[in-house]
């Protein structure tokens, strides 16, 4: 979608967003045609960051986890 930049840090990943509303409403974009790019934003968004978390890596690691907590038998 034109209007949407990302920029790029000199490793070249993104690192920021901008976005143009004058180009978006001057390309007749409505209020839902961004709501919607940023909720597949989102998305990407809690994919990405749950990739590198490591706190529930397999099921059997967090029921030890929740065993030596005393939250489960």
Do not use: C, P
């Not at 180009?23 to 597949?40: A, C, N, P, S, Y």
Request: proline share 0%; aromatic share 6%.
């Amino acid at each position: 979608m034109t209007g949407i930049n990302f920029v790029m840090n000199d490793k070249g990943e993104k690192t920021a967003l901008l976005i143009d509303l004058a180009q978006l409403k001057q390309e007749g974009r409505t209020e839902t045609d961004v709501m919607d790019f940023i909720e597949d934003l989102e998305d990407i968004l809690a994919v990405e960051l749950s990739q590198h978390d490591n706190d529930y890596s397999n099921w059997d690691d967090a029921k030890k986890r929740l065993r030596s907590k005393g939250i489960i038998d």
